[in-house]
């Protein structure tokens, strides 16, 4: 009789009555032979007791029937559901598993809760999918996907597939606010002279100063190279 650990589920519940069955089939002669019937003995006092003390009080009962109100409360989920589903968990988790067993559809909870999640993490998703190339004016943009993003819960978060995308975008805006002054000191050098020399130094300074990831974007870097080539010829013919 493999009936294993007495413990308050279904499952042990049914291999004893499985044995129970097995051995009353058995004529006297056959019973006689089974020499683990004492397990079953056991087994059976074991349960027996476990099911007094896990027998539903009035209270239990009553418990699990404000529960079951307050899931039946959640209704077709919907991005604004967030308060009576979190009430129906709230509720729910303070039961004890004897209690809990007594809610009669929990999974409608855990299934609003799947379905919430996943419009959560579409609002985000859809806002990260509005960045598009990442420039200057996207700041707004940017920074309220990323807001939604932390708002959301970690099981929400887990979702955002695309998460990735954002933090890149952030990045590459922080080092596009970066590297834009570098970029308007280029455009004021104008047309060189000799008298160049301060503003071309300046701008070859900032733009060394930058992180190749940076130097990447200044988009007329050409102008400084031609502006720092036009500068040494003057300077030579001089």
Known sequence: MNIGEVIYTAYVKTSIQIARSAYDSLTDEQKELVTTYQV???AEAAW??????????????????????LIDAIGAVTLDSKDVIYAARLAFDGLNEKQKALVSHPETLFGAEEVYDNMCASVVIA?????????????EIIFQAQDAYDALADSQKALVTDYPVLQNAVIRYQNLVVVQPVIEQINE???VTLESTDR???A?????????????????????EAAAARYDSLAAIR
Do not use: P
């Open 40 to 42: 079953l003995l056991e």
């Open 48 to 69: 027996e007791l476990l099911a007094e003390e896990n027998e539903a009080t009035e209270e239990d009962m009553n418990l699990a029937t404000e529960v079951d109100a």
């Open 127 to 139: 806002a990260v999918a509005a960045i598009g190339e990442v420039t200057l004016d996207k700041r």
């Open 189 to 191: 050098i104008g047309e």
């Open 200 to 202: 071309i130094t300046a």
């Open 204 to 224: 070859i300074r900032a733009y060394n100063a930058l992180t190749g990831e940076q130097q990447q974007l200044v988009g007329n870097y050409d102008i400084l």
